[in-house]
């Protein structure tokens, strides 16, 4: 069982920048991806991005390129979500999610992952 834990979230004027992290308490042997995802009031859960934990290899939402950047500190089992350049449209619960299935970004813009964290509030005010 993988039980990821958020932090970071909070209010920030827009143009600012907000560091997410996210914490599993095991590291699976194996195939094993993170993700983050958001859901804004009124609209479904949408694909931020992921990081595969062997390679560090990445896979953005267009929305997102060039102002978020996720990466991972393996030895604290741990995965950041650097967000720049904040709009209010980025204003969200962000979700951490972990899958072990190893399949593409693709895969998981479509179908989400297996294991969810409770999610933290990102607030972008104009």
């Known amino acids: 069982q993988v039980q990821p834990v958020e932090s970071g979230g909070g209010l920030v004027q827009a143009g600012g920048s907000l560091r997410l992290s996210c914490a599993t308490s095991?590291?699976?042997?194996?195939?094993?991806?993170m993700g983050w995802f958001r859901q804004a009031p009124g609209k479904e859960r949408e694909f931020v991005g992921c990081?595969?934990?062997?390679?560090?290899?990445?896979y953005y939402a267009d929305s997102v390129k060039g102002r978020f950047t996720i990466s991972r500190d393996s030895a604290k089992n741990t995965m950041y979500l650097q967000m720049n350049s904040l709009k209010p449209e980025d204003t969200a619960v962000y979700y951490c999610?972990?899958?072990?299935?190893?399949?593409?970004?693709?895969?998981?813009?479509?179908?989400?992952?297996?294991?969810w964290g409770k999610g933290t509030l990102v607030t972008v005010s104009t």
């Open positions: 095991t590291r699976p042997i194996g195939s094993y991806t």
């Open positions: 990081i595969g934990w062997n390679d560090g290899s990445t």
């Open positions: 999610a972990a899958d072990l299935r190893g399949y593409t970004g693709t895969y998981y813009v479509k179908y989400g992952m297996t294991y």
